[in-house]
Structures are given as C-alpha cells and as structure tokens.
C-alpha cells in the first residue's frame, strides 16, 4: 500500500468523449506526476504537478491536461478520446518535486471503444 | 529514450538469488540510478536506489560498478511473488526534473 488511491479503477469511453481521472496522493507529498502505460509498453511521463502548478510535460498533445488541488490531489482530464488513448493511467506522488522515489497508485484502465 | 539497456526477460529457481543486469554507460556524474518493479495490473514499486556505493535494504541489494557504466539488481532468495517486471531508471544531473524514464525492463519469472 502507498496511500496514493486512483478512481475509478476502471472505465470504458467512446471515441471523441471526454474522461476525468482523479488521484489521492499520499499525505505530505506535495508533487503529482501522471504516466500513461499501454499494453506491453513501460509507463510514460504524462505530466507534473508541483504545488498546483505544472511544472514538467511529457510528448503529449494538450487534449491531455491536469490539475492539482490545494490538498495535493490531482485530476488528469483527457479530451476528444481516441482508440490509442487505451491505456493503464498511473498516478504516483513523491514527498519533493525531484527525488526519484515515487509513490505509484493501482492505476486507472481506460478502455476506448 | 531510456538511458538504460536491460536483458528483455531472465527467469530464476524460487529461493536462488536473481541477479538482473542494467547498462547505463551514459551516466553522468550525479545521476542516480534506481529500480522499480511492477507486478501484474498493478502499479510500479520503488525498490532500492544508488549513485556509486552498493546499497542494501529489506527488499534487494544493488551493486554499482566503479565506473558507475552499469548495476546489478539482486532479489537473495527469490519467491514466486517476485515475479514481475523490472525496470532500471537513471535520474537526476543538473536538468533534474524528476521525470522517470521507463524503458521496456526485464521480465522476471520466478519458477519453483
């Protein structure tokens, strides 16, 4: 357990709709980094949120956007879904926006039909 | 792209100690390099993580080579619970922006 919770765990979508993920991450980190896995694949770097504040992108186009709250929570919204958006999404924290360590949640499986 | 090369899968006899290779020659000076694992469906563990002395914790043990050019992940005593996928990462350096970069990891299947 690493106290970082995802909702839901899973979801099915259709091509062109829009999705909401949302993450809890572990009480006193304060940054929140969003990974996407596709199937057989590592995860890749969505984006960080330090502090409410995006601070780092990974090569993905800006239909994939975020938010982090006061509380250190974070949504990932995801717009005009398309069929390779499928996908594992991780959410992880970590206690400063550099150390290495961070804290992965089970994930969100997100099915576009 | 990964700074890393690792074997794609290895596996291992449950209470022998597997040892999972990583290359990662283009390590500069302060890069870190650390492990993480992820057992099926679930999301990536944390395992263990150096810059240039071996480390040790409950899970693992990691030995680095003098010239820092690559690692050794070392599970001693192997269960079936430790099968997964392996991933080395290497982070840090100057353009640190705590982005970790996987590669595709080494499979590890522990058989008994």
């Known amino acids: 357990e690493t106290g970082v919770t995802q909702s839901p765990t899973h979801l099915i979508k259709t091509r062109g709709q829009q999705v909401t993920l949302r993450c809890s991450s572990q009480?006193?980190?304060?940054?929140v980094s969003w990974y996407q896995q596709a199937l057989g694949q590592g995860p890749q770097f969505i984006f960080q949120y330090y502090r409410e504040e995006e601070n780092g992108r990974g090569n993905f186009p800006p239909r994939f956007s975020g938010l982090q709250f006061p509380n250190y929570s974070s949504e990932l919204n995801v717009n005009a879904l398309e069929l390779d958006d499928s996908a594992l999404y991780l959410c992880?924290?970590?206690?400063?926006?550099?150390?290495?360590?961070?804290?992965f949640g089970e994930g969100s499986r997100l099915t576009v039909l | 792209d990964a700074k890393t090369t690792q074997p794609p899968s290895m596996d291992c006899a449950e209470g022998r100690a597997a040892n999972l290779p990583c290359n990662h020659s283009?390590?500069?000076?302060?890069?870190?390099v650390y492990w993480y694992r992820q057992i099926h469906s679930q999301g990536p563990q944390y395992i263990i993580h150096?810059?240039?002395n071996n480390e040790t914790n409950e899970m693992a043990s990691l030995i680095i080579t003098e010239d820092r050019k690559s690692s050794t992940l070392i599970l001693p005593h192997a269960t079936l619970r430790d099968t997964a996928v392996y991933y080395c990462?290497?982070?840090?350096?100057?353009?640190?922006?705590?982005?970790?970069?996987f590669g595709q990891g080494t499979t590890l299947q522990v058989k008994p």
């Open positions: 150096g810059l240039k």
């Open positions: 009480s006193g980190h304060n940054t």
């Open positions: 990462i290497v982070i840090g350096g100057s353009s640190n922006t705590g982005k970790l970069i």
């Open positions: 992880a924290s970590r206690p400063t926006k550099t150390t290495g360590e961070l804290f």
């Open positions: 283009t390590i500069s000076g302060n890069e870190y």
